[in-house]
């Protein structure tokens, strides 16, 4: 056995085989192989080794978990972990015999689905015939109820535990579906902010019918109670229970080698805020939370349902080949209005709930609808029993042979909803194909998607890596959409593992990015330079262009590339053109000289204080809109600029050249133009200023009805709210384009209780008087306008 710590760029290592212990110092990128003949060696001293040393391999300790690539120690994760816990002295390393092991991980699958002895004979050479036989157990064999035993809950930090008490509700899901009835523990007292339960749940489930991917999700809630008069005749008095949810955490049930899980864990639960969120909670992280000091803390231990057998869940092959062995006898013959209903509802809204007969309908035509309409596939997954593994196996065999989907259609199969990986690695499948620039339009979706994945090395992670490595471009977006995010708690973890694994593999890449966050770390010190001397703007923009031109500073504002377009190389900044905006936040307006001479000058916008990424998913989305209208031929000149989020409220916004927004337009025209009317004639007065012919006013005019039309359709689909004059802007060319997204999908603002938005569908008076030229509403142009809105 081994323990290691880092000291002094060294990696001291300990060697220990029962009674005898080894000390030596290695270097921290000694590789794996090295390491292991050191150890080896250091042991051989004191104990006979009896086989080669290549029949040796590193484990941890207590887990399933061996260090056999051939890398540096330094990039194990296990060894990591340990280095950076300054109080561990030792890390613990096993050496084992290779025929010890159970398992070969690189061919699981093979050793589970063939029970026979000859072939577990073949795999374990050194293992006798009664061992074999007794290795694993497909999990689909066990007709045992699922449970486990709710053990003690700690850091109960309440007001007061006089007379309190804590209870524990578990779930069993399937994506959001629960696969049977909760089951609630009995009430325990708190005492010095300690509850012990110590109760076993059992549910209504047997462990065969537990898809691959079930989440054990748990509530943990405050029970008080509180007296109450009766109107009972016996004139006693009663009680009411209240039920105060404290924090949720879930687990999966399955391990990531997708083996059952046994015995006793520690969690750590996520604090619920007041609304904050139903519990349980499926849609929550599998993460637990990582402020172990804080954390309220639950202990759990799952049962053990064979004492010498690991259960496995069956692996893909074996699932298609039982479910052929045992052929559909529910089909039913198809008759054309069957048929169209089945379209019908293809066709239909994903957000429309399937009623049961609509369910049955589909379920009983699945295999018509694979050849006839395969676009019903997301609707069809709906219909499954996932709590019933006759049904899993024969839609899991379905999918098999299932015609491959667009894209488009494909992304909905990567939703929180649709938990089984086999689904999930269909989607992926299906998106192998896709145009970088179409992954480009859903990149930020499918980053987001990697939120919903039990593990963190799945099918769409490594399809992601391995696109951004082949083009430098998804690569950039991918690696700030990552990076963005990394301090939210629940998928830091993931979400870094995996931008180390983008760095690694793209070093030179990593070089581009490393001199853009150099350049953000600049622009944030200049926005504090600002933030503090605000007050005299004179002097905060004085301040802020003498720091730009100091020799130390202007080199990292100086030739990296444009972090919202990496098309664009920026050359050196514009010190005396930089200025910060007059604004709640006060963004700094940024000019840099464009890498191409040829080029013009880079504007961006650097905010700080405002979170972007809702921006950002808006301003995605009003792309999507525009591609499908313009593969239908219909061009309605919207003007999605761009935005990035780089950080924990902080990120930066393309500059749009040539536009002002309504409310200083209307400001301008309503204090200065004696001739039109504050809200009705002032946009229509500011295009002619800018459009002195009546041939450019006229195409000024169209472009203003085609792009409102977009923006009225794009802001009513998307909810999109505080829509008033300060969020709108035109061009002079007189193109319309909204911007500050910090409200969408139905999420108002209120007042006092009362909701502000009043109107879905944002169409002032004024800007009816632009597009009808003045005349009235029901002109030839606001005919044609109503009719672009309606074919938009």
């Known amino acids: 056995m081994a323990g290691n710590w880092f000291r002094g760029g060294r990696l001291v290592t300990k060697l220990y085989q029962v009674q005898s212990t080894f000390t030596f110092r290695v270097s921290p990128d000694i590789m794996t192989k090295e390491f292991l003949n050191l150890a080896l060696t250091k042991l051989a001293v004191t104990f006979v080794m009896e086989e080669p040393f290549e029949t040796y391999v590193l484990k941890t300790p207590g887990k399933e978990e061996y260090l056999i690539s051939e890398v540096p120690l330094s990039q194990y994760m296990y060894v990591r972990e340990y280095v950076c816990q300054d109080e561990i002295s030792a890390i613990p390393l096993v050496v084992v015999h290779r025929g010890t092991i159970q398992v070969d991980l690189d061919n699981i699958y093979e050793r589970i689905e063939d029970f026979g002895v000859k072939h577990l004979r073949n795999s374990f050479s050194s293992m006798t015939l009664k061992k074999k036989s007794n290795i694993f157990m497909s999990s689909w064999t066990l007709e045992d109820n699922f449970n486990f035993q709710v053990g003690t809950i700690t850091k109960l930090n309440l007001e007061s535990e006089d007379q309190i008490e804590v209870m524990v509700e578990a779930g069993l899901y399937h994506g959001s579906i629960a696969l049977c009835e909760t089951q609630m523990t009995k009430d325990a007292a708190v005492s010095d902010g300690t509850a012990v339960l110590d109760e076993m749940l059992t549910f209504p489930i047997y462990v065969c019918n537990l898809p691959r991917n079930t989440r054990l999700c748990l509530a943990i809630y405050e029970v008080s109670r509180s007296a109450k008069v009766g109107k009972a005749r016996s004139g006693l008095s009663k009680q009411e229970t209240y039920k105060n949810p404290l924090a949720w955490v879930n687990t999966s049930v399955y391990d990531y080698r997708n083996q059952l899980k046994g015995g006793s864990m520690t969690l750590y639960a996520w604090k619920v805020f007041e609304g904050d969120v139903d519990l349980p909670n499926p849609l929550g992280t599998l993460v637990s939370n990582p402020d172990h000091d804080q954390a309220l803390t639950l202990t759990i231990t799952f049962a053990r349902y064979s004492s010498s057998s690991s259960i496995i869940f069956p692996a893909k092959d074996r699932i298609i080949s039982m479910a052929r062995e045992n052929p559909p006898t529910d089909e039913i013959v198809q008759s054309p209005s069957m048929m169209e209903e089945v379209r019908q509802i293809a066709d239909r809204d994903p957000l429309t709930e399937l009623h049961e007969q609509e369910r049955k309908l589909l379920w009983s035509l699945r295999y018509v609808c694979r050849l006839e309409v395969p676009h019903v596939l997301p609707k069809l997954l709906q219909c499954v029993e996932w709590n019933n593994k006759s049904e899993v196996a024969e839609m899991i065999a379905l999918l098999d042979i299932w015609p491959r989907l667009s894209p488009e259609n494909a992304l909905e199969l990567l939703d929180y909803a649709y938990a089984e990986p086999t689904v999930r690695s269909y989607a992926i499948e299906c998106l192998a194909h896709i145009s970088d620039d179409d992954l480009l339009l859903y990149l930020l979706q499918l980053v987001q998607a990697l939120k919903h994945e039990n593990y963190l090395y799945c099918h769409l992670v490594e399809f992601l890596l391995n696109r951004a490595l082949r083009n430098m471009r998804i690569g950039h977006f991918f690696f700030w959409h990552l990076r963005s995010e990394m301090h939210v708690p629940a998928v830091s973890i993931r979400f870094g593992l995996i931008l180390e694994a983008y760095c690694r593999g793209s070093v030179e890449h990593m070089k581009i990015l490393l001199r853009q966050l150099e350049a953000l770390n600049k622009f944030k010190e200049i926005r504090e330079i600002v933030s503090e001397n605000r007050s005299v703007r004179e002097r905060a923009e004085k301040l802020m262009r003498d720091y730009m031109k100091q020799p130390k500073i202007r080199p990292a504002l100086s030739h990296f590339l ?120 002032s946009l229509l007065a500011w295009l002619k200023d800018h459009n002195n012919t009546e041939a450019s006013l006229n195409k000024a005019i169209h472009e203003f009805t085609l792009s409102c039309a977009g923006y009225c359709v794009a802001t009513y689909v ?75």
């Not at 963004?587 to 204080?609: A, H, M, Q, S």
């Not at 409310?663 to 039109?676: E, P």
């Not at 009043?758 to 030229?773: A, E, G, S, Y």
């Open 562 to 681: 444009n972090p919202i377009d990496p098309m664009y190389r920026i050359s050196t900044i514009r010190h005396e053109d930089c200025k910060f905006k007059d604004s709640k936040m006060a963004p700094l307006w940024l000019v840099f000289e464009n890498g191409d001479t040829r080029g013009k000058n880079i504007y961006l916008l650097y905010k700080e204080g405002d979170d972007l990424r809702q921006d950002m998913l808006t301003l995605q989305m009003i792309r999507i809109m525009d591609k499908l209208w313009k593969e239908n031929g219909l061009d309605l000149r919207m003007n999605p600029y761009s935005c990035m989020s780089t950080d924990n409220r902080e990120g930066i916004i393309q500059v749009v050249l040539n536009a002002d927004t309504i409310a200083n337009i209307q400001r301008q025209k309503g204090m200065f133009s004696a001739t039109c009317a504050f809200r009705k004639g």
């Open 718 to 792: 998307l909810g999109i709210a505080d829509r008033h004059s300060d969020n709108i802007m035109i061009l002079k060319n007189g193109q319309l384009f909204h911007i500050d997204f910090g409200h969408i999908l139905g999420h108002f603002k209120e007042k006092f209780g009362i909701k502000r938005e009043r109107q879905p569908f944002v169409l002032t008076h004024d800007f009816i008087h632009v597009i009808t030229k003045g005349r009235q509403t029901r002109s030839e142009e606001f005919i044609k306008f109503k009719g672009v809105c309606e074919q938009a």
